[in-house]
């Protein structure tokens, strides 16, 4: 799906992060093992326990490291006792920032019907590096009655062309059909550039249908009707609600996995869901979610035929219900 096939091992960074993040880890791994694939695992513990253990977030010499190998697994990262923001921001939205990670890849398998089979599947790209969460901004005069608080949304031609662009070359693989999502008509600065960049990389792909809708609309049209979608592309915040609400109107949070993708080099492969801190240990996490992420991570990796045997494994009825182990042991036996 991503890169061509090679036959050197893989270097896979492996972040278990927090919370249920190393249980649903394990049962990717266990998933990857059972088809054989070869890789060198260098671990990396990072994530909010270990900030509470040492202050560590993300040193510079593990993102040059990073730099270094062939993709990055994690779990989820995010601890209560940790003020909001510091993790999420020093870890996460740093990795993406600093390895250009520009495109946030998320497929809806589709809603799951009775007989265990998916309804149609459809796929968010997400602008990953800019938008509201570049952090421009501050506050003035805090905790003072004057006190002034601005967060403003980046939009770069480069950075919104590129990922239009990587829609748009989805779509020529997938059913031709790309949908932009956004709210030009109260965005009108950031929205204009969007339109217009949408529509002139539109014109360079003729076989291309394309759709565009608010941002309020497609909540409404994700709910009652996602079959209008197949390729959707939108900006960084718009992207991280309609991804939520993606996987919950197809299957549940704990079915929807995650590309960070920098299509040139390392990219990194997370479930969409957190580190779900009440959950731990009660053999309650899905590791669907993981497992689907350790799918697209092979795709990355060249090993795309591994890919679609998880992917199908994971469509199967016996991986609906069960402990996190079982369901990693039902696809394992199906794969
Ligand atoms: C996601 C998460 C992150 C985001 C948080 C944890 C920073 O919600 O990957 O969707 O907002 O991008
Ligand atoms: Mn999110």
């Known amino acids: 799906m991503f ?18 993040g190393p249980e649903v880890v394990a049962e990717g791994l266990k998933v990857i093992d059972a088809l054989g694939i070869e890789y060198e695992r260098i671990d990396y513990d990072l994530g909010g326990e270990r900030y509470l253990k040492d202050g560590t977030v993300l040193p510079q010499e593990i993102i040059d490291e990073w730099r270094g190998i062939d993709a990055l697994y994690a779990g989820a990262v995010g601890t209560p006792d940790v003020p909001p923001g510091l993790i999420e921001r020093g870890l996460l939205l740093k ?46 005069r805090a905790n003072t009655p004057h006190e002034i608080a601005t967060q403003g949304s980046v939009n770069t031609r480069m950075g919104v062309e590129r990922c239009v662009r990587y829609a748009f070359d989805l779509a020529m693989k997938r059913s031709k059909h790309v949908t932009l999502v956004h709210k030009t008509n109260v965005l009108t600065f950031s929205g204009d ?49 309609l991804t939520d609400l993606g996987g919950a109107v197809s299957g549940g949070i704990g079915l929807a996995p995650t590309a960070n993708l920098n299509p040139n080099g390392m990219s990194m492969f997370e479930p969409v869901h957190g580190s779900a801190p009440d959950i731990v240990g009660t053999g ?28 199908a494994a994971c469509t199967e009825p016996e991986t609906l219900t069960g402990t996190t182990s079982e369901i990693g042991d039902a696809v394992v036996a199906r794969l």
Not at 106 to 111: C, I, Q, Y
Request: glycine share 10%.
């Open 3 to 20: 890169q061509e096939g090679s036959n050197v091992t893989h270097r896979i960074g492996i972040m278990g992060g927090d919370g249920i």
């Open 95 to 140: 990795m993406r920032f600093e390895l250009d990670l520009y495109i946030n890849y998320r497929p809806f398998l589709g809603a799951r019907t009775d007989d265990g089979g998916v309804s149609h599947d459809f796929v968010v790209i997400r602008e990953n590096t800019e938008g509201t969460y570049a952090g421009e901004g501050g506050l003035l």
């Open 193 to 241: 550039l969007w339109e217009r960049t949408f529509n002139e990389v539109a014109a360079e792909y003729p076989e291309v249908e394309t759709a565009y809708n608010h941002v309020d609309a497609a909540c409404i049209y994700f709910v009652q009707d996602p079959q209008r979608y197949d390729v959707i592309v939108t900006d960084n915040l718009f992207g991280d609600i």
């Open 284 to 311: 309650k996490a899905n590791p669907i979610a993981a497992i689907l992420s350790g799918a697209m991570m092979l795709d990355h990796l060249g090993e795309s035929e591994a890919a679609d045997r998880i992917r």
